[in-house]
C-alpha cells in the first residue's frame, strides 16, 4: 500500500520568504502525487498534481513541486509567501487501489507572519 | 459553479444516536467520495461510489458505517450507534469521472459525546 511522510507538521516563516514543505512518498510501480491546501473553515483544494511527463510541475498562487524518483520526493516550494498562504498543506498519493483513493500525508500547517 | 456542498456543517450528537450526514456533488460529476479527517490527520478514504454504486467501499471502518447515493446525485453516509471515536470532520468530495481531480466539499464536524 501507499503512504506519505510529512516530516515537518509546522512550518513558521516570515512574509516574502522562500518555503519549503517536504513530502516523501513509499514507491511503486505508477506514482500519480497531489499537493491539497486547506484554509480555515474551508474545504481541501488542488494546488497541483504530477501524473506524468515534466517533473517540474506549476500550480495555483505561485506554488511549483518537484518530482523526484530517486528520492521519492514530492516536495513543494514557493519563492515568496504571503500572509495569505497561512494554511494546512497535505500532499497525497494515489493508492495501488486505483484513482479513487487518495492517500494523504498527515499535513503540514505553514505559519506566514509579517 | 457550485462546488460540493456539505450538511449540515457541524453536528453534535450524543454516544449511541444515529447520524445522517449528507453531500451534494458538483452537477455532472459521477464519482463522489467520503472521506474522514481525525484532529491533526490527514483525510482518510472511507467509500467510492461509481454512479449509484459503492464501487469501493474497503475503507469504511466497521459496519456500524453506511452509505448510499440513490440516484447517483446527493449522497448521504450513515452512522449507527455513534461512538466517541467516531468524532472528526467528514469530507465528501466528488469529480468528473474516477481518474480526473477530485472537488472536496467543507466538511462535516462531528462531535460524539
Known amino acids: 500500500a501507499q503512504s506519505v511522510t510529512q516530516l515537518d507538521s509546522q512550518v513558521p516563516v516570515f512574509e516574502e520568504a522562500p518555503v519549503e514543505l517536504r513530502c516523501n512518498y513509499s514507491s511503486s510501480v505508477s506514482v500519480y502525487l497531489f499537493w491539497y491546501v486547506q484554509y480555515p473553515n474551508q474545504g481541501l483544494q488542488l494546488l497541483l498534481k504530477?501524473?506524468?511527463?515534466?517533473?517540474l510541475v506549476k500550480g495555483i498562487n505561485g506554488f511549483e513541486a518537484e518530482f523526484n524518483k530517486s528520492q521519492t520526493s514530492f516536495h513543494l516550494r514557493k519563492p515568496s509567501v504571503h500572509i495569505s498562504d497561512t494554511a494546512e498543506y497535505f500532499c497525497a498519493v494515489i493508492s495501488d487501489g486505483g484513482f479513487q483513493k487518495l492517500v494523504f500525508g498527515t499535513g503540514t500547517r505553514l505559519l506566514v507572519s509579517p | 459553479g457550485a462546488g460540493v456542498s456539505q450538511t449540515p456543517s457541524n453536528k453534535v450528537t450524543e454516544k449511541g444516536k444515529y447520524v445522517e450526514l449528507r453531500c451534494d456533488p458538483i452537477s455532472g460529476h459521477t464519482a463522489l467520495y467520503w472521506y474522514r479527517q481525525s484532529l491533526g490527520q490527514g483525510p482518510e478514504f472511507l467509500i467510492y461510489?461509481?454512479?449509484?454504486?459503492?464501487?469501493?467501499d474497503s475503507g469504511l471502518p466497521n459496519d456500524r458505517f453506511f452509505a448510499v447515493r440513490p440516484e447517483g446525485s446527493v449522497s448521504t453516509l450513515k452512522i449507527q450507534r455513534t461512538e466517541r471515536g467516531d468524532s472528526a470532520v467528514y469530507l465528501c468530495?466528488?469529480?468528473?469521472?474516477?481518474?480526473?481531480?477530485?472537488?472536496f466539499g467543507p466538511g462535516t464536524r462531528l462531535l460524539v459525546l
Open positions: 504530477y501524473l506524468s511527463g515534466s517533473t
Open positions: 461510489f461509481q454512479g449509484t454504486g459503492a464501487a469501493d
Open positions: 468530495a466528488s469529480s468528473y469521472r474516477r481518474e480526473e481531480t477530485q472537488y
